[in-house]
């Protein structure tokens, strides 16, 4: 068997995208009328791999100051090499936030990058198992008022999602009454034949979360996500045994003990993990092992143009987050995008890595950095 050539990663290049909300938006704990993105391009020979993560700017100059050296002329054949030696050189940095979603983006980039000079879709790179992953439409935001959730969600329906997910929580879990009223008129436009989540962002206490969720079980909700926050396993395990629907956490992990511990205390009916922020495609990977080996299935947690992937090659996958923001900054961002029907994504199985291709010159004028 003739070995693969070594390719060493010639260079990183790293931008800032921002894009404008197309209303104001916020959840239990929020609010934001912009999303942006650092996309990282890494290079290697004639090849370019794309990765990105929705982060404050400053994961950019991460990127640039603690992470470009360490993986340039690292082997392009091996992003796991080149993940676990940024996680080591950036140790004193701190390992989650800013830090965890730079070393997210640069892997992704890797992997990509991977994909491409061996010519296959980072799907079967990693080993698929399916040919295509359910997906949930999510958005919701409790700065909606009536008009525009029945608009959002009629539209979710029009495009023939069968799941789809709200955000309530609202003011810390300082308007329960809302959140509850919101939550039934999306039961009343969605119908008892459509999958109805709930996500609080950790808004609740866990007594609050059990009192409200004994509610979301009577209308016939599958879904609670961050009823707590994802750093209380005690509370988290509270609600969990208290409540018929299923609570779920993890969109925070950044460190393969963050996801155990979810999993090992019995905190969570599934795992929610996401790349762009627990250490790309590399950990992912280990985070969903984990899960399994509790037998539990995993979510993806928004960033739906890198899941997409990600979920073909997850044999424990429920489904994937197509959330309303990333999916119209990554039609904005990319060309290649992948695009839902009834309910289910398959991305292009004859496009190299992720299929993905940066339109630089039309997003130009949404780079700040």
């Known amino acids: 068997m003739t070995a693969l050539p ?21 959840d239990g704990t929020l609010q934001w009328d912009a999303t942006t993105a650092i996309v990282v391009r890494a290079r290697a020979g004639d090849r370019t791999g794309t990765g ?11 990127v640039r100051g603690l992470l470009t050296g360490v993986v340039e002329g690292r082997s392009a054949l091996h992003p796991q090499d080149a993940t ?9 940095a701190g390992v989650r936030g ?25 799907a079967v790179l990693l080993g698929a198992v399916r040919q295509d992953s359910a997906v949930y439409a999510s958005g919701g935001f409790t700065s909606y008022d009536d008009a525009a959730t029945r608009e959002q969600l009629a539209g979710w329906l029009d495009r023939g999602f069968d799941q789809v997910k709200i955000k309530i929580g609202e003011s810390w879990g300082g308007a329960v009454a809302r959140d509850l009223a919101r939550t039934r008129l999306a039961r009343e436009v969605v119908g008892d034949e459509v999958a109805l989540l709930v996500d609080a962002n950790g808004g609740y206490t866990a007594k609050q979360a059990v009192r409200v969720g004994r509610q979301l079980d009577d209308l016939g909700i599958v879904w609670f996500e961050e009823p707590v926050s994802s750093d209380d396993l005690a509370g988290l395990r509270l609600v969990r045994r208290s409540l018929d629907c299923d609570v779920t956490a993890g969109e925070y992990g950044a460190r393969i003990e963050d996801f155990a511990a979810l999993c090992g205390t019995g905190a969570v009916d599934c795992l929610q993990i996401d790349a762009s922020r627990c250490g790309g495609v590399t950990e992912w990977l280990r985070a969903a092992a984990v899960a399994a080996g509790h037998g539990l299935e995993v979510s993806a947690h928004c960033v739906p143009a890198l899941h997409a992937h990600l979920g073909l090659a997850t044999p424990n996958l429920r489904h994937l987050e197509w959330f309303h923001d990333h999916e119209r900054f990554e039609t904005r961002l990319f060309d290649g995008a992948p695009e839902p029907h009834r309910g289910r994504v398959r991305p292009d199985p004859t496009a190299p890595g992720l299929g993905l291709t940066l339109r630089e010159a039309d997003v130009e004028a949404l780079r700040v950095g």
């Open 98 to 122: 800013v830090v965890a979603m730079a070393i997210s983006a640069v892997d992704v980039a890797l992997w990509d990058l991977k994909a491409r000079l061996l010519d296959v879709p980072l």
């Open 6 to 26: 070594d390719v060493p990663v010639e260079g990183l290049d790293v931008a800032v995208y921002r894009l404008p909300t197309d209303r104001p938006e916020a």
């Open 84 to 92: 676990h030696a940024m996680a080591r050189a950036a140790r004193n």
């Open 52 to 62: 990105w993560t929705y982060a404050d700017p400053m994961t950019a100059a991460a």
